[in-house]
Nanobody, 121 residues
Framework: QLQASGGGLVQAGGSLRLSCTVSGLTFTNNAMAWFRRAPGKAREFVAAISSGGRSTNYANSVRGRFTIFRDNVKNEAYLQMNSLKPEDTAVYYC????????????????WGKGTQVTVSS
C-alpha cells in the first residue's frame, strides 16, 4: 500500500514536500516514482529514484526545481518541490516498480492514491 501526503495550496515560488509511505511490500526492492495529473490532461511522469537511491530521473519540466529522495529505513519516498509554478497544479501520485528502467514510461506495479497540489499565481 502506498499513501501519499503533503499536498496543499501554495503561492507561486513556494515549496512543498510530498511524502509517500509504503507498507505491505519490500520497500528496498522497489524503485519509486512520482507522477501527476493536471485537470483535463493525461497523467505525466515527474521523477523516479532507483531502489538504492543512487539513480534519479526527472521530467524536463521539473528538473532543477524538484528533488526525489528516499529513506529506506522509514520506507518512505519524498518529492521536494521548490520554485513552484501554477502549471505544477495537479494531483500527485506515488508509484512503486521493481524495475527502475523506463519507469518514466508510466508502468508501475503499485499506485498510491493522490494528493492535491495547487499553486496560485
Amino acid at each position: 500500500q502506498l499513501q501519499a501526503s503533503g499536498g496543499g495550496l501554495v503561492q507561486a515560488g513556494g515549496s512543498l514536500r510530498l511524502s509517500c509511505t509504503v507498507s505491505g511490500l519490500t520497500f528496498t526492492n522497489n524503485a519509486m516514482a512520482w507522477f501527476r495529473r493536471a485537470p483535463g490532461k493525461a497523467r505525466e511522469f515527474v521523477a523516479a529514484i532507483s531502489s538504492g537511491g543512487r539513480s534519479t530521473n526527472y521530467a524536463n519540466s521539473v528538473r532543477g526545481r524538484f528533488t526525489i529522495f528516499r529513506d529506506n529505513v522509514k520506507n518512505e519516498a519524498y518529492l521536494q518541490m521548490n520554485s513552484l509554478k501554477p502549471e505544477d497544479t495537479a494531483v500527485y501520485y506515488c508509484a512503486a516498480r521493481k524495475i527502475y528502467a523506463d519507469f518514466n514510461r508510466g508502468a508501475a506495479d503499485y499506485w498510491g492514491k493522490g494528493t492535491q497540489v495547487t499553486v496560485s499565481s
